[in-house]
């Protein structure tokens, strides 16, 4: 092999790829041995795969977070057997260190001197890979307090003694605390609490507690401990540790638990379609929010991106469209974009509504610019930060991140709802103290409105 | 099953902080180690094994200092035992060139940090099919089977679009570099 070459071209992207032979790789090795420029060339390139393999170049904002999260809360759990050869890093990573740690977060044990007691059975396993390659547990073995299911991919099926039937998907670190709940470590489990002994079946999670008042819901951990609840049937009650504020999640309904002291929470509904856009619990768009326009508290502006609609300030202007294709009336990028909101000064800010809706006229499943998709970060200081730089590196502070898809289990067209709105607070009802927001747009929505509520601090009144 | 012992082997807020350390540290040992294994599933896989050293040895880790190389040593190490283990990666551990590679790039180090500067602006002057390619592959982890059914190609074409994009990427990166060094 020679250098430069398309020899030496193709070896390194084989290399890159996984795919280079050994024959190739032996004569690779020997050049790079030999010939020192080959070697610098070889690592110019190698570094430009890396960097974008690891995710690190700011490229519209998207972070290696929101795409391992994207990987747990997936609509289908259901790993394709292609999907299980390359394992998003974060998340593999992520799944060692809660091993390697036991207990990652620290929640305080349910298990005494009951160790050793049977509270569940391993009933079904499909396409199972433990994370310890020498676990030898089957399809109708016990297991007892104390025990963790830790999945690399596939699914298991456990039956509490309680009645309560959870599904596991990998990968996943499970522990069965009582006869009637458990802590997800990390991961997505699918709950059926269908028998009277079940009910009030809890799921434990980093930040949470989930308790089962009626039949069914799926919870899913991220690495860094964001959680989804989504309840399917019945309601379930999500109690926050530092708070008596319990939100309750009914049928149809889901919650994301951002990690951190706040419990920031966000919901996400589906609207009725209609200009007065109504929703289950979400108030429709107001005029007496601290940034609207008509108090003159705020400002609005697009940071980036390919921005299509007539004017950002739409947004602040108390209504949503008033039909459901009105691009004149929403505001929009291309693809991906920013909104920088300027309150004036630092405020306390409870609470953050944003509303979406799409529908064409006449094709029934286009409702493209529905979606609901974007990371929201704060900052408190009166200086903005570099908006060229990643948000986290220039010093702002992520509230929360919202992909309603994954809400609302979009898998076809017609599962997206058309109007919808997206709801952030804070567990006590405060989500911090900042002057500036930022939307980190993802997908090129029709967006009509967006609330902010809040009350100066108290020194200001 | 693994048992679980109740007693966290770490100190929890020691836990707290390797995680907020390492998270933020890794992608930069991620790019350390595919300078010598490239292979991204292969290099995840040693990132891995890395985290899990790294935090056994917590204890070690001088707080004054950068956590990054740190964590690369280690992850040389790491990267050492897995090469031992695979018969094809053997002789660049017994020939020394991993170890010169690894000392070469850390030579090499500012200058590609100062040329992936123009990464970004790069990547934005890519035709839009080019950066959907790159996202599927690069960001949400697809395989090559789903993009190449999901766009209609063969497995072969999309690695050679991805070889074509990086050549791409690489060739606007140092145009960028020159006409900075001229300004």
């Known amino acids: ?461 | 099953m693994n048992e679980n012992t109740d007693q966290p082997r770490f100190n929890p807020a020691d836990q707290q902080e390797f995680l907020r350390v390492f998270l933020a540290n890794e992608r930069e040992i991620l790019r350390y180690v595919v300078a010598l294994v490239p292979n991204l599933a292969d290099a995840q896989e040693i990132v891995q094994k890395t985290a899990v050293v790294l935090l056994e040895k917590f204890d070690q880790y001088d707080r004054s200092r950068p956590f990054a190389p740190w964590g690369c040593r280690f992850a040389l190490n790491v990267t050492r035992q897995w090469m031992a283990r695979r018969a094809r990666w053997k002789a660049l551990l017994e020939s020394g060139l991993a170890e010169e590679l690894a000392l070469r790039r850390d030579q090499l180090q500012a200058e590609f940090d100062a040329r992936l500067n123009h990464l970004n602006e790069c990547m934005n002057k890519l035709p839009e099919n080019q950066r959907d390619l790159i996202d599927g592959y690069y960001f949400q982890q697809s395989d090559v089977e789903s993009l190449a059914g999901q766009t209609k190609r063969t497995v072969e074409a999309i690695y050679k679009s991805l070889q074509r994009i990086r050549r791409q990427l690489r060739d606007c990166i140092e145009s960028a570099q020159r006409e900075e060094a001229t300004v």
């Open chain 1, 1 to 461: 092999m020679k250098f430069p070459s398309i020899d030496f071209d193709n070896a390194v992207a084989q290399l890159c790829h996984g795919t280079v032979n050994d024959e190739v790789l032996v004569r690779l090795h020997e050049l790079l041995q030999a010939d020192p420029s080959a070697r610098d060339e070889y690592l110019w390139r190698v570094e430009v795969h890396g960097k974008l393999g690891a995710g690190q170049i700011d490229f519209q904002h998207l972070s290696a977070d929101e795409a391992t999260a994207d990987r747990i809360f997936e609509g289908d759990p259901r790993p394709t057997a292609t999907a299980l050869g390359r394992t998003y890093t974060s998340l593999a990573v992520g799944a060692a260190l809660v091993i390697a740690i036991g207990v990652y977060w620290n929640i305080p044990s349910n298990s005494d001197d009951s160790t050793g007691e049977v509270v569940a059975q391993l009933t079904e396993l499909n396409d199972i890979q433990w994370m310890d390659s020498t676990e030898q547990t089957a399809a109708g073995d016990s297991i007892t307090i104390g025990e963790r299911i830790e999945l690399a991919s596939g699914s298991a099926e456990l039956r509490f003694s309680s009645g309560a039937r959870m599904e596991v998907f990998g990968p996943a670190i499970l522990q069965p605390l009582t006869s009637n709940s458990a802590r997800l470590l990390m991961g997505q489990v699918q709950l059926f609490a269908e028998t009277p002994e079940s009910k009030g079946f809890t799921l434990q999670t980093p930040s949470t507690n989930f308790v089962d008042i009626g039949t069914a819901f799926r919870a899913a951990v991220a690495p860094d401990g964001l959680c989804l609840l989504e309840v399917s049937e019945g309601e379930v009650d999500v109690v926050m540790q530092g708070t008596e504020v319990v939100p309750r999640v009914r049928a149809g309904e889901s919650l994301y638990v951002e990690p951190g002291e706040r419990g920031v929470t966000t919901r996400i509904e589906q609207g009725e379609g209609t200009p007065a856009f109504q929703f289950p619990t979400i108030a429709p768009p107001s005029s007496e929010d601290y940034a609207d326009r008509a108090l003159a508290n705020a400002s609005i502006r697009v940071v980036h991106g390919q921005f299509i609609g007539h004017s950002a300030d739409v947004l602040l202007d108390g209504t949503g469209q008033s039909h459901q294709d009105a691009p004149q009336e929403s505001a929009f990028f291309e693809r991906r974009g920013g909104f920088l909101i300027d309150l004036g000064k630092a405020i306390s800010i409870s609470r953050i509504n944003s509303y979406s809706w799409h529908q064409h006229e006449t094709i029934e499943e286009h409702r493209n610019r529905a979606q609901q998709r974007f990371t929201l970060y704060g900052y408190s200081g009166d200086d903005l930060p570099d908006l060229t730089l990643r948000p986290d590196k220039a010093g702002w502070t992520r509230i929360a991140r919202v992909n309603s898809d994954q809400s609302f289990e979009v898998q076809q067209l017609l599962d997206r709802p058309a109007q919808q709105a997206c709801s952030i607070t804070g567990s006590d009802g405060d989500i911090g103290q900042f002057r500036y927001l930022l939307w980190e747009i993802r997908r090129g929505t029709f967006y009509g409105e967006i609330d902010v509520y809040g009350t100066p601090q108290v020194s200001d009144n």
